[in-house]
């Protein structure tokens, strides 16, 4: 554990970027040059296919300018020629750390066109399935980000999490990855019997083991503070400017969560917090992801005990021909704000499909914070947006 | 925190929202309909509209922009969010096949990527965009937009000048 004072010794960075940038420019009196350094499309520490067009001054960036699509598959395009029933494995295909997610948003945008009434399991089994989708991916989130900074062994607790949370998901969905488990009106099939208990057994013990393997292990790490705090540091207003959502805007004190201020499914029923932090760099967002593990542990044990029986789904017919006009669904995804928009023209295909993805939005930060910061600090801010591959790439 | 949130309940907001626009800007059609305040404006007024929602309605997050091409004229929808309930759905229609609208980047900035998004996907060019390349496609060699109604995705497309 390090001390107060040594805390403060380490942070790497103070101010904000514009103000770092600020400091007089020593180039034009010593005639130096920058130089431009490609970061990417294949790099072991990048979430994905990304590559980075950096301008260096020493080791100082000042420039950095994202390029995109090694993996675009054009979803949306894939979307229009499909049923609306078959563009649900699609969706799963999106965010590959958030598949739940990614279906929820086009299902509810879709139930949005057809007025559908869904009945009370169905919702309370899709919220148990995202809130256990969000532990798979806040836990291996915190890994990654200490991975970036050189510390392997957070990521191998999180993933033995993250391989259990994927066995319950396996259990219910039948797939471990992309699980076409939500259906427009419904879930594909009932929750196997006994699974709530155990979910709920797993529960205890992952409260106990988060404490010990991931929140005391890297809070106090000399790595981590180092390496996080003060870094990617933004105000509220540039944050909402940017467009970030979710755990990096939440860390910056903005109060603004989809699933409170935009109830969806049941969870205006349930009870939970909105975790904010005020610093607004890297550290802070951790620390939201932090609380975020603790209110899904919440939210989960109430809905295991608020369970209601009957149907999964409802009957809205074979052949899904919904009503001219937009439908819209915004879930909150691991990474913040998951939108859909579906076009329909009444015919059983939709007209367009739009994935507000919040992986894509919130990397324009990358362009407006990374200026001003250490080329090594590229690697926690990503860490802080956690985008991953198949999200912003669609 | 640094951020103020809108208060009061979402239904007086939103008719303060759909007054505060209608009181300033020529609207072809508003209402309210649930939570969301739907109105439709034309395409020149897109860029005024948008900074009174921003800077007098204080409706602080652009959630997306989406283009619809309906074949002959497209369709953008702006979803501006004020973080507590209400929504501000602000849409407009452009004539014709080939679309140019005022950028709205100067302000929401957020709207950079979405609108290079709309630009590589649909060609909408984005008059006082300060920086419109294409996010997905190629930069060269490329003259498509992929989705367009007119894109056939069973036709092979070349790459002109790299064979």
Known sequence: MLSEERRNETVALDGTASERLARPDIRSEFGLETMDMNMGPQHPAMHGLLRLILELDGETVMRCDPVMGYLHRSQEKIAENRMYPAVVPMTDRLDYFANIHNEHGYVLAVEDLLDAELPPRAEYIRVLMSELMRLASHIPSIGFLMLELGAFTPILYAFRERERIQNFLEAITGARMMFHYFRIGGVKADLPPGILEEISEYLDGLEGRFQTDTVDLVTGSEIYVARTKGVGRMTPEQALDIGVTGPPLRGTGVDFDIRRDYPYSVYNELDFNVVTDDAGDVAASYRVRIGEVWQSIRIIRQVIEKMPEGPVMADLGRRLRPKEGDGFGRVESPRGEYAVHVVSDGSDSAYRVHYRDPSFCSMQLLQEVVPGHYLPDIMPIMGMIDPVSGGWDK | ?163
Do not use: C
Not at chain 2, 98 to 127: C, K, L, Q
């Open chain 2, 1 to 163: 925190m640094a951020v103020s949130m809108p208060g009061g309940d979402v239904a007086s907001r939103l008719s303060g929202y759909l007054d505060g626009l209608k009181n300033r800007h020529g609207l072809e059609e508003g209402e309210v309909e649930g939570n969301v305040v739907r109105v439709v404006v034309a395409p020149e007024s897109v860029p005024q509209v948008l900074a009174t929602a921003k800077a007098q309605l204080k409706v602080l997050h652009l959630s997306f922009i989406t283009v619809v091409d309906w074949e002959g004229s497209f369709e953008l929808t702006y979803e501006l969010l004020d973080l507590r309930g209400g929504t501000v759905r602000v849409k407009t229609v452009i004539e014709g096949t080939e679309p140019v609208i005022g950028s709205v980047t100067s302000v929401y900035p957020t709207a950079n990527w979405h609108e290079r998004e709309a630009y590589d996907m649909f060609g909408v060019a984005f008059r006082g965009h300060p920086d419109l390349r294409r996010t997905y496609m190629w930069q060269d060699h490329f003259d498509h937009h992929p989705l367009l109604k007119s894109f056939d995705i069973s036709t092979k497309r070349t790459f002109e000048g790299l064979r």
